[in-house]
């Protein structure tokens, strides 16, 4: 079956370190996004890549690196230098232009 | 992007027709619009997309005015589980550079 995975479902961390959250998508969607959301509120972007080997930033993408090596996977790097990364993340994927998105199941991360 | 706007909150009853209306007064020509679903904890699903007139498919109507200003988001015999937070988007299909930008989604509350 087709579909977008992250992974884990659950991220502790802890004050002053790195993390990265995993996205692998096998639908061949060229566009892959990275989403924040805190509680009671809409979706921010974070950061999209339309093409591997190129992405653009989103509306709060300080703290935050990605990286798009392969089609299928765009990992995010939630860095120390995020000041509140206690969020649920989502990511999504979509074919061409601005059809259908398809998400993951999102991670829920916590900084103890 | 056109930015939309969309009413915060909206509570209904089992059984009655919901409609959700969003305002997207700067739509470009080749701008679609689209709306999607969201449970707690869950990553957005797609529900319907349009450009004008009216599109109708298993789950909701999407009513789109000459203008296309405006949309409608029609729910038909709402349940409890259409309880979801319910987001209006706006973009070019054929373009692949879309940021795909969620606003705060209109929060549809079915009482029994």
């Known amino acids: 079956d087709g579909g977008i995975t992250q992974s884990p479902k659950y991220l502790f961390r802890k004050e002053g370190q790195n993390v990265t959250l995993s996205c692998e998508q096998n639908?061949?969607?060229?566009?892959m996004y990275w989403y924040r959301q805190d509680p009671g509120q809409g979706l921010r972007l974070i950061y999209y890549?339309?093409?591997?080997?190129?992405?653009q930033k989103g509306d709060i993408a300080e703290g935050y690196s990605v990286s798009r090596e392969k089609k299928e996977s765009f990992p995010l790097t939630v860095t120390s230098a995020q000041k509140n990364p206690t969020a649920f993340y989502l990511c999504?994927?979509?074919?061409?232009?601005?059809?259908?998105?398809?998400f993951g199941q999102g991670t829920r991360l916590t900084v103890v | 992007l056109a930015k939309t706007t969309q009413p915060i909150s909206m509570d209904s009853y089992e059984g009655q027709e919901v409609n959700i209306t969003c305002s997207h007064n700067?739509?470009?020509?080749?701008?679609?619009i689209t709306w999607y679903q969201q449970f707690p904890s869950q990553g957005p699903r797609f529900i319907i997309q349009?450009?004008?007139t009216k599109v109708t498919n298993e789950v909701a109507s999407l009513f789109i005015p000459a203008d296309r200003k405006s949309s409608t988001l029609s729910l038909p015999r709402v349940s409890l589980s259409d309880t979801a937070v319910y987001y209006c988007?706006?973009?070019?299909?054929?373009?692949?550079?879309?940021?795909?930008?969620f606003g705060g989604g209109t929060r549809l509350m079915v009482k029994p």
């Open positions: 999504a994927s979509m074919n061409g232009g601005y059809t259908e998105a398809f």
């Open positions: 639908l061949n969607h060229d566009a």
């Open positions: 890549s339309q093409i591997v080997n190129d992405f």
């Open positions: 700067n739509i470009a020509t080749n701008d679609y």
């Open positions: 349009g450009y004008k």
């Open positions: 988007l706006v973009g070019d299909v054929n373009n692949a550079g879309n940021m795909l930008t």
